[in-house]
Structure formats: C-alpha cells, structure tokens
C-alpha cells in the first residue's frame, strides 16, 4: 500500500493510551514508506498521529475544510495540505488518496467516516481495506451494536468480512495486506457517479 487513511479524533480522549497507539501507527507508517493521509488538523490524535510520521521522515498529506482552516486547526507542517470545501469533499478526497483505512479512536466525526467507508465497501462502491484499531477495547460496544444489528436482520450476517479489527496497529497492518472484501450489489459504481 503507498497511502493509508487514517481517521481518529481532534481531541486525545482520557486514556494515555490513545495517545501512544496514534504515535506508533504514525511512526510506523513512516517506516515502512507508507503515506498518511488524515483529517488535516494539528489538535488531538490527528496531531499526534501527523507529528509522529513526519518525524519518522514520512508522507502526510492533510485534507481538511476551509472552514477549519479558518478556525485555525489546519496542520500547517505536513507534506501537502488540501483545502476542499465541504466535509463531503474531504472524504471524497481522502479516498481518492488513499489505498486502505485504519480507524483509531475518536469521537462522532471518526464515527461518521468509518460509518461512511464501511457502507462503501458494504455496497461494493470501494473494496479497499478497513482497519479498526480497537485500543483498550475502545470499539467495543459499537462491535457488539453491529452484531445486535446482524442479529435483528439490518446487516449482512457476514458483516465482519468487510473490515478488521486488531488490538495493535501492526496487527491490523498485516491482516490489512491480504484482505479482500466482499463484492457489494454496487460493485463498479464509483462513489463519484452516486
């Protein structure tokens, strides 16, 4: 893979943990010349993340809405910094960007991308990898909403097949190499004709 998106939060949440697996993803990445395409920001595990690949003397390209720019959250020290309009816009181009997806914690936003790529690989529009990294078992409960929801008949039963779960990023990393997800009832569709 030559670029990952990486989603995870503008604030670095309670546990210190959080803090430390958003550094070793980013270093990480960085030694294995793999890019990092995120949110933009300088605040929070995006900060942390960005910082910890450029560092390691990595690629980090941020995608982030002007609005942001504005309120001065835009990390002005990345690679390449891509100013779009709209929030659609950015997730638009961190796709087009990216090879794969790895999830850290993070609060609605991170949610609403994860939600968004995994229902993109759900109707087969993309078959990138996802990677969820569920540090200290941070995405638990919404693991165990998926299977509610697999259960009561509003997912596949197969859900699980269309991203990874892993404890560490080198896990993820790995499994990320030979996953294939399943063709979706969209397969072909490109989420810019939609």
Not at 133 to 138: K, R, S, T, W
Not at 139 to 144: G, I, Q, R
Request: hydrophobic content about 40%.
């Amino acid at each position: 893979m030559k670029r990952i998106c990486v989603f995870t939060g503008s604030r670095e949440g309670k546990n210190s943990s959080y803090r430390r697996v958003a550094e070793r993803l980013g270093k990480i990445l960085a030694e294995q010349n793999i890019g990092v395409v995120y949110g933009g920001g300088h605040v929070g595990l995006m900060g942390v993340l960005a910082d910890a690949a450029l560092t390691g003397g990595g690629e980090v390209i941020g995608v982030i809405p002007r609005g942001m720019v504005d309120l001065e959250l835009a990390h002005e020290g990345v690679t390449e910094l891509r100013v779009v309009e709209t929030m659609h816009d950015r997730k638009a181009a961190m796709e087009r960007l990216s090879d794969g997806f790895i999830v850290l914690p993070g609060g609605v936003g991170t949610l609403e991308e994860m939600i968004e790529v995994i229902s993109w690989v759900y109707l087969g529009i993309i078959r990138k990898p996802i990677g969820l990294i569920n540090q200290d078992g941070y995405y638990d409960p919404l693991l165990a909403l998926f299977k509610h929801s697999a259960e009561e008949g509003f997912m596949p039963e197969n859900y699980e097949h269309l991203f990874i779960v892993g404890e560490s990023p080198e896990e993820v990393l790995s499994r990320m190499e030979n996953f294939s997800p399943p063709p979706g009832p969209m397969a072909g569709q490109s989420i810019r004709t939609l």
